[in-house]
């Protein structure tokens, strides 16, 4: 018989879908867009009280999403819920991120901070993605030439 496929890690694809490209536009959009939340206010708010708002809000709004989970087909199953300590980290690493992004922009505005952590977490995505342990993280680059002309232009 045929041999079963080998699992895959979660959140590793093989191709790129029009659905993913619209959606992380539409997360580039609201990723520029939140730290402008913070210049809105009357008076400047505490950087890490600004972040626990925040914070309180991805809960929120995540605990918002559950309902549509059943509308998210990975291989023709559901969208499966539950608790991995690896999301708990990246949850941690997203509450630094934005706390240091609203310590950075009173410190040195909005327009270079946003340019800087952007430009950034291009870089870092990258290696994490060319070098991190396969297959759970990194994919073979197509073209290391071309890989590092683009971080050269970046």
């Not at 939340?37 to 929120?60: A, E, R, S």
């Not at 918002?64 to 690896?86: D, K, R």
Request: glycine share 10%; net charge negative.
């Amino acid at each position: 018989g045929a041999q079963p496929s080998p699992p895959r890690a979660a959140m590793v694809v093989t191709e790129v879908t029009l659905p993913g490209m619209i959606l992380a536009c539409i997360s580039a959009f609201f990723n520029g867009t939140f730290p402008i939340c913070g210049q809105l206010c009357k008076t400047n708010p505490d950087p890490v009280v600004f972040n626990t708002m925040l914070t309180v809000g991805v809960l929120i709004s995540s605990l918002a999403t559950i309902p549509f989970f059943p509308l998210v087909q990975l291989e023709g199953a559901g969208f499966p819920l539950g608790w991995t300590w690896w999301g708990a980290l990246a949850g941690g690493f997203l509450v630094f991120s934005t706390m240091f992004s609203f310590v950075a922009i009173p410190l040195a505005g909005l327009a270079l901070s946003s340019a800087t952590w952007s430009c950034c977490a291009v870089v870092v995505s990258f290696l994490w993605g060319a070098l991190g342990p396969r297959p759970e993280v990194g994919q073979a680059m197509n073209s290391e030439a071309l890989s590092i002309i683009a971080l050269i232009i970046l």
